[in-house]
């Protein structure tokens, strides 16, 4: 581990993450609104989240994360850096990049803790995927705003899971609906791209007519 990134008390230099979002930690003053707590497995780390409701909430497949976790799929919750307070433990955490295979704070990456290697976050530009199995969840309206809302790269799958959620063959939104998705929201995404293939091709024939036209008043 790259020493000036991690176990050290330096808030200069290469180490100035600590003191940006989500690694900021607040002054004690500062008005932070606590809804939830969490913190490692051995208590190394621990962290405060400010909003009520992940802005999403996902069960990812992909091959990666089965190995990261060595389990069948991740769950992970999608948060702003900015809902995110270490309390603790911000000179305990270390990086991993997934993509060089390197101990590196290069985003997105990878983050855990030093200590007892349990998984905190994976940090990407703009927002940070939480692992929910971290946070305590006192109540059942708690644990139902984490609710999964939907599987991704359920295609890479070990394990086939009949809930009824929309399953993607890859990213939400941006690849296909299979096995056992909601038969209406599958209709409903058929109608969407189909829409935008009706309108790509009024376009492309406008084009044609438009430069067809030009041609013929030369």
Not at 56 to 65: N, Q, V, W
Request: charged content about 30%; aromatic content about 8%; some cysteine.
């Amino acid at each position: 581990m790259v020493k000036d990134q991690s176990q050290g008390e330096s808030t200069t230099g290469v180490s100035e993450w600590k003191q940006k979002p989500p690694y900021l930690v607040h002054d004690e003053n500062k008005d932070f609104d606590v809804k939830y707590e969490a913190n490692c497995h051995c208590g190394r780390v621990k962290y405060q989240l400010s909003r009520r409701e992940p802005l999403d909430s996902k069960l990812c497949h992909c091959t990666t994360c089965q190995v990261q976790h060595a389990a069948p799929f991740q769950w992970a919750a999608i948060f702003h850096k900015t809902d995110i307070n270490f309390t603790n433990g911000h000179h305990d955490l270390e990086w991993y990049d997934p993509t060089e295979k390197s101990i590196a704070h290069t985003l997105p990456c990878k983050v855990r803790c030093s200590y007892c290697h349990s998984p905190i976050m994976d940090e990407g530009r703009n927002m940070i995927l939480l692992f929910p199995s971290l946070v305590h969840l006192k109540t059942d309206e708690d644990k139902a705003y984490f609710k999964p809302r939907c599987h991704m790269f359920y295609g890479q799958r070990v394990m086939d899971i009949p809930d009824g959620l929309p399953k993607w063959t890859g990213l939400s939104g941006a690849s296909d609906l299979i096995e056992d998705s909601p038969p209406d929201q599958v209709r409903e995404l058929e109608r969407k791209r189909e829409a935008e293939r009706t309108k790509k091709l009024e376009k492309g024939a406008e084009k044609v007519t438009k430069e067809g036209s030009g041609a013929n008043t030369k």
